[in-house]
């Protein structure tokens, strides 16, 4: 069965330091989501993405953080500069259109521990 | 909202045990999902039911929905260990919108 897959699965990095988080969707996939969850809550949104363009963010979402899709496969999260509070469990999650569009599929999260 | 409330927030049973869990949701829907996240892992969709439909099954699962309610109950069978995990509804797809969810622990 199809899957989105994540790397890395976990990093830890230097408080500052720009963290870069991939993810490669379903192939057929079109509508594209990043979510994070620290650890002890609840899942957070953060963005999703659409025809190349941000589609909707929450307010975690700053000027810190950014997506791309630089190509035809990849999905990348990248936080500027991290800080201590950037550390969770980061979701992207990846949706069809169609019938097929109705559930999200989630891989299996990338762990940011920024010390 | 595409979030729907779960209920219990806890259920703790013994493994072969049928667990229940609740879901409430507040707008009219097209339909409705139920996900399960293992403790630290990624989140599984396990079944969608849609908004004509009254009951659906998959394996151990059974959802049931009532539209006039605006509810919806998970059923597990036959409970695993494995079933151990957290376990949220939500309607619609565009953005899910995260509750606590209820927390399963199945117990061998």
């Known amino acids: 069965e199809p899957e989105v897959t994540q790397t890395p699965s976990h990093q830890v990095t230097q408080m500052g330091q720009e963290v870069i988080l991939r993810c490669v969707p379903i192939s057929n996939h079109l509508y594209f989501y990043w979510y994070r969850q620290i650890l002890g809550q609840k899942v957070e949104f953060l963005v999703s993405f659409y025809n190349n363009e941000i589609s909707e963010k929450s307010e975690i979402f700053d000027d810190q953080f950014s997506v791309e899709r630089p190509d035809g496969s990849n999905f990348t999260l990248k936080i500027r500069s991290t800080k201590l509070e950037d550390s969770a469990m980061y979701f992207c999650?990846?949706?069809?259109?169609?019938?097929?569009?109705?559930?999200?599929?989630f891989g299996e999260g990338s762990w940011l521990t920024v010390v | 909202s595409q979030q729907g409330e779960e209920d219990p927030q806890a259920l703790s049973i013994q493994e072969g045990e049928n667990a229940t869990m609740n879901c409430s949701y507040k707008?009219?829907?097209?339909?409705l999902q139920w996900y399960r996240q293992n403790s630290g892992r990624g989140l599984v969709h396990l079944i969608l039911i849609r908004s004509n439909e009254r009951e659906k099954h998959s394996g151990r699962l059974r959802v049931t929905l009532d539209t006039s309610k605006k509810s919806s109950s998970l059923l597990i069978t036959a409970s695993r260990a494995a079933d151990t995990a957290s376990y949220f509804c939500?309607?619609?797809?565009?953005?899910?919108?995260f509750g606590t969810g209820t927390r399963l622990l199945v117990s061998p």
């Open positions: 999650a990846s949706r069809g259109t169609g019938t097929s569009g109705n559930t999200i599929y």
């Open positions: 707008t009219s829907i097209n339909n």
């Open positions: 939500f309607t619609g797809f565009q953005k899910l919108v």
